[in-house]
């Protein structure tokens, strides 16, 4: 019997293959296959996704790190460019297997890990975006509080910080709670006031300090290449990090997509371009102030305090959507859906986003952030080498070994092909386990420091190969013919093409 039915690159299940998997225990509402009229998002839509999330404190500040470490401005900026250019390639490949079968994160893991082994990436996942999350509402809170005090007199209030950081996490999880959809509807109309609201912090730059000013001028620190590439490399694979997680569960945006064109257009756009603006409008502002307060401000909030009180109230109603639109996009929508995987009968998106509140309050996201190499070096090439990895599993399971055809109803069973043993694909843990261990070497043997120093890219080589190799005729892939017995293929005559195909089938083969 036909199960699915692929239209213009979109599969999507027959209504009766749907009704089949209501009662699955790895079926619920939101982790179900979108439908065609879901499919709606636009290239606009992801512009302006990841538009309202690079538009954020740790963007702004991100190459004030690399400076600190020694490189000049525009070493710093290509870093960061270059960074989201290569994760914008897992970031685009992940993105089709959503659009096209119309499935989130944690299902989409079950294609490689297995039924029950789909936990394993999904809760790394979720953890990382927890610390995020955390981290994002620690700088909002913080900002929060350098803007309420620079106004009033709460910085007499004990313990104001923690209170303006609480405040705001609650304000970030009501926000998540209300779901996606609320989510792509703030970033529509979000992505152009931040963006309004960051070229006029650049032009305030430029007018105030007569030019862009001293920092901009300012020569790289390094004598040597040896003494560049030292730091570039570990600074490139903290750049790629920073994204790495979407690069993961893109596939709970892609999934609404209306076709691989819009998502491929809006992402290849908006990603690098804002990431690399959003820098460099961060780093000329912070040059302009050592001109016109004497000292380098690399703090929004604290730059926003020296203004006037209509200033310090538009800046930050900026600072709070600017957190806003980074932290319920890219931070709650992965531990929200791993917390649903866990137990889809019973945990709902919303409870799963106050769960990742409350993990985010156990991460301690102050002190993630307390030191700069501690912040770019460890957070950021740590979870980088934990991540890379299952990249590398998850492109070379869609691309390579299932060459982008899968039975979608048993993604849905626990008995099903994907089920592997007991649930759990042995290949893709041991492909991990490898794809960590070998980048983890460079930290244990001084010779092999370049493992370390490139431990994203590095994992998702070796595990993406070592998978591919344990995978080859594995029993769980589609047989030549299987995908198009299970499939009805619409082409561009529609409907029409549908009758010829259901009348060839006979009744009831088609929901």
């Known amino acids: 019997m036909k199960t699915q039915i692929e239209k213009d690159g979109i599969v999507t299940l027959t209504s009766e293959a749907a009704d089949s998997l209501k009662d699955s225990h790895y079926w619920n509402d939101d982790l179900r296959p979108t439908t065609q009229e879901e499919h709606h998002w636009t290239p606009y839509n992801f512009a302006s996704l990841w538009i309202g999330m690079c538009i954020c404190i740790p963007t702004y500040t991100m190459a ?40 989130p994160y944690p299902v989409f893991a079950r294609l490689w890990f297995g039924s029950k082994g789909a936990h394993i990436p999904a809760v790394a996942r979720a953890i990382v975006a927890a610390a995020w999350f955390g981290i994002n509402c620690w700088y909002g809170g913080a900002a929060i509080d350098v803007l309420l005090a620079s106004m009033t007199g709460w910085e007499n209030v004990g313990g104001h910080t923690f209170i303006a950081f609480f405040a705001f996490l609650v304000l970030n999880v009501l926000v998540a709670y209300r779901g996606p959809e609320a989510i792509r509807k703030m970033e529509f109309w979000a992505a152009p006031v931040l963006l309004v609201l960051g070229l006029a912090l650049l032009i305030w730059a430029l007018t105030a300090a007569g030019g862009f000013g001293p920092m901009l001028s300012a020569p790289s620190k390094f004598d040597s290449a040896g003494e560049f590439f030292a730091i570039f490399f570990p600074s490139l694979t903290g750049t790629i990090a920073f994204w790495a997680t979407l690069a993961l569960n893109i596939p709970d945006f892609g999934r609404y997509a209306k076709s691989q064109k819009a998502q491929i257009v809006g992402q290849s756009i908006a990603l690098p371009g804002t990431m690399g603006l959003f820098s460099f409008i961060g780093v000329a502002v912070t040059s302009a102030t050592v001109v016109v307060f004497g000292e380098a401000i690399w703090d929004p909030a604290a730059l926003l305090s020296h203004f006037p009180p209509f200033v310090i109230f538009i800046g930050t109603v900026g600072i709070i959507l600017a957190a806003l639109t980074t932290n319920v996009a890219a931070n709650v929508v992965a531990p929200a859906r791993a917390a649903e995987n866990l ?124 998978y591919s190799y344990l995978m080859r005729e594995n029993p769980s892939c589609l047989k030549a013919g299987e995908y198009e017995e299970m499939t009805v293929m619409i082409d561009g005559e529609g409907s029409r093409n549908v009758s010829v195909n259901m009348a060839k089938q006979g009744p009831g083969s088609v929901g």
């Open 64 to 103: 004030s790190g690399l400076i600190a470490l020694g490189m000049n401005w525009w070493q710093a900026i290509i870093t960061i460019i270059l960074g989201n250019l290569i994760v914008l390639i897992p970031i685009l490949l992940n993105t089709h297997a959503g659009t096209k079968f119309g499935i």
């Open 343 to 466: 137990w889809p009968k019973k945990i709902t998106f919303a409870g799963g986003a106050v769960l990742t509140g409350l993990l985010a309050l156990a991460m301690q996201p102050w002190y993630l952030v307390g030191d700069i190499s501690t912040y770019i070096m460890v957070f950021l090439g740590g979870y980088g080498a934990l991540l890379g990895p299952i990249d590398g599993i998850a492109i070379a399971d869609y691309w390579i070994v299932r060459k982008r055809k899968l039975a979608l109803t048993e993604l849905y069973s626990g008995k099903g092909r994907y089920s592997y043993t007991s649930g759990f694909n042995k290949n893709s843990i041991y492909a991990l386990i490898i794809g960590i261990v070998i980048p983890l070497l460079g930290l244990f043997i001084p010779g092999l420091r370049f493992l370390w120093d490139n431990a994203w890219t590095i994992g998702l080589i070796v595990a993406g190969g070592v």
